[in-house]
Each structure stands twice: as C-alpha cells, then as structure tokens.
C-alpha cells in the first residue's frame, strides 16, 4: 500500500463549481500537509499548507485535514478556467521526505 | 530571488549516452532534493542533500544514476549509460530546514527523452 493515496481523475467540471479534491494516508505521523498546484510543462508550486487537523482558508481555496480518518481535502470554490492543473496533496512527518500522491487532473469548463 | 534554476529544460539523447542534469537551488535553501516524475508513478524521490551531503539516496533506481552536490549552489543528477526507460521529467527542489512546516520549491524540470 502506497503511503499516500489520490484519486489521479481526470475532473472535469464547470466553471463556477465547486471542486473538492481529496487524499488518503496510512502513516499516522504525518503532521504537514500540503497541496501543490502544477501547470502542463511547470513544476509544481505550493498552494496551501496546513499543520495538524482543521481548516484553513485562503481565497477561494480552503484546506481541510482530517487526522483521525487520515484524510486531507482542497476545496474550490468559485472555480476559473485558470485553476485548471494537476493538483497534488502531499505531506511529511517533519523531517524533509514529503511524500507526494500521484495527482488529480483538474479541468474546469468555460 | 530567481527561484531553482534546471538546465537543460528539453534533452533527447541515444540509449547508451550519458547524460547530465543540473540544478541551482534557492540561495540559502540547506536542503535540495531531485524528483522523477512519469504518468505511472507519479513524482518518485531519488536523493536528496542536507548541507551538501547525500543524506537519502534510497530511490536511486540503479547504479547508473548518480548525483552530486559540490557545493551549496550546485548540484548535478548523471545517468550513464542511459535508457529509454530513463525518459521523464527530472525535478529539482528545495527548502530551508529552519522552515520545517513548509513545502519545497521546485524548478521547471528537464524533459528527458532517451531513444
């Protein structure tokens, strides 16, 4: 079993929509989580970080961590043309391994 | 600051060639990292570097890739010889270890392609 999970898609959606975009783990000692958004032919580039359980917001996207479920979600809301990438949730114990999931295609509609 | 800097960006080269990736990380950033990434797996780390010195080198596939980092400002990924199954996108990253809750910031990658 791979320590982390994610649903690769493709999401295709309208824009407007609401996106949610979700992770699984199995470590438990992951503490830091974070979503990295990447453009076609782009590395990726970090977009949210959260520390332990709870949400954090900024702008139209907001970061939810779960711990006790070992699950991690980005949320959309209002979504652009623009936010149309691979998303990837990732995630570390505290030493610097961060360990990534393999990423969601996301298109949003025009 | 102009973030991490990957040359060469496109690389095609004949099975059996070496070939040489390179990478300045974030001046000041102690920790740099080298990803593949492929459809299939997704990003894989290979090594990484704390200080300048291989600290992780635990997803190096073979011994025909190898990595360097002679001094804070450079490091180089070397494959030899190479396969087609080599052929990917090779990133580089990097952090500060004093920022321990934040993510890694990446290069655009070098494209490998390998007939």
């Known amino acids: 079993q791979k320590e982390v999970e994610q649903d690769p898609g493709p999401l295709s959606v309208p824009e407007g929509a609401i996106v949610s975009l979700n992770c699984t783990y199995s470590?438990?000692?992951?503490?830091?989580f974070m979503w990295y958004r990447q453009y076609s032919r782009k590395g990726p580039e970090l977009l949210m970080y959260?520390?332990?359980?709870g949400n954090k917001e900024d702008g139209r996207f907001t970061a939810q961590v779960d711990k006790s479920s070992k699950y991690i979600s980005l949320f959309i809301r209002d979504s652009q043309p623009s936010d149309s990438a691979t998303y990837l949730c990732?995630?570390?114990?505290?030493?610097?391994?961060?360990?990534f999931g393999t990423g969601t295609r996301l298109t949003v509609i025009p | 600051d102009a973030g991490v800097i990957q040359s060469p960006r496109h690389e095609v080269t004949e099975m059996g060639q070496e070939v040489t990736l390179r990478c300045k990380p974030i001046?000041?950033?102690?920790?740099l990292f080298w990803y593949r990434q492929t459809m299939m797996r997704g990003l894989e780390l290979l090594i990484y570097?704390?200080?300048?010195?291989?600290?992780?080198d635990s997803g190096m596939p073979e011994d025909r890739f190898s990595a360097k980092m002679p001094n804070a400002s450079f490091s180089t990924l070397k494959i030899q010889p190479s396969e087609p199954r080599d052929s990917a996108v090779y990133f580089c990253?990097?952090?500060?270890?004093?920022?321990?809750?934040?993510?890694?910031?990446f290069g655009s990658g070098t494209r490998l392609t390998v007939v």
């Open positions: 990253a990097s952090t500060s270890g004093q920022a321990d809750g934040y993510g890694y910031t």
């Open positions: 470590n438990s000692a992951f503490q830091y």
């Open positions: 959260t520390y332990s359980s």
């Open positions: 990732a995630m570390k114990k505290g030493a610097n391994n961060l360990f």
């Open positions: 001046s000041g950033h102690d920790y």
């Open positions: 570097f704390n200080n300048n010195v291989p600290i992780d």
